[in-house]
């Protein structure tokens, strides 16, 4: 028997002699706790009622309110242990719910192993490997050929780029050349003429004086 035959059984839906399925035993306790939480209810109510009546009676009637007091201990008393046995069911059903969840994964993880297996079972390494090298060498291939198209073709016409680049040059420093020699040197523009007639200056105060004084002087000379 396989591992997981040992693991799971190999009587599949029921476990081993008889006993419920992980689902049966945990809806059970689903039941149970859903009936435990209508008693809860049932019992805080009659809880409620208690308490009622022994404030009514009060000291009106002590007897009464007593035995009232008396039933709302007895009432809480077991709701405490229900409470108690709730906490412990719900911890089980999750235990039980985890265990499930345990087992359908191990399941699974079981048969995909054996789909692996028989998957691999077609296949051997020395033609995995071969196949790879074809793969390769056949990328090689459209790679040299893609290399090889996309070279420009001159057909038998080969040029030197050092001589295109030279003789370029020369082109262009001939057409520099003519348009130098073709560029005249600056134009002489005429001056205008320098006037022949001199402009009167304007006299300043010290040639006044001279003038005033000479004409003083002929004055007296005239007069003897």
């Known amino acids: 028997m396989s591992v997981f035959g040992k693991l799971f059984g190999a009587g599949g839906g029921k476990a081993g002699k008889g006993g419920p399925t992980p689902q049966e035993a945990i809806q059970r306790l689903r039941d149970t706790e859903e009936m435990l939480s209508k008693k809860q209810e049932f019992l805080e109510k009659k809880i409620e009622q208690e308490l009622t009546a022994a404030k009514k009676h009060g000291t009106k009637n002590k007897r009464a309110a ?5 039933r709302k201990k007895r009432y809480e008393k077991q709701l405490a242990q229900i409470d108690g046995t709730l906490s412990t069911i719900e911890f089980q059903r999750e235990a039980l719910e985890n265990a499930n969840t345990n087992t359908e994964v191990l399941k699974n993880m079981g048969y995909a192993a054996k789909a ?29 050929i893609s290399t090889a198209i996309s070279k420009p073709v001159g057909f038998g016409e080969e040029f030197d780029e050092d001589e295109l680049m030279a003789e370029l040059e020369e082109l262009e420093q001939e057409e520099l050349d003519k348009n130098l020699l073709e ?30 004084d000479m004409k003083e002087l002929e004055t007296w000379a005239g007069s003897m």
């Open 183 to 212: 560029i005249s040197g600056p134009e002489t523009v005429p001056l205008p003429n320098v006037p022949s007639i001199s402009l009167p200056s304007k006299p300043t105060k010290k040639k006044e004086e001279e003038d005033d």
């Open 66 to 70: 007593l035995q009232a007091l008396k």
């Open 116 to 144: 692996m297996k028989a998957a691999h079972d077609n296949m051997d390494i020395d033609k995995v490997d071969e196949l790879m090298q074809d793969i390769a060498d056949q990328q090689e291939l459209a790679e040299e």
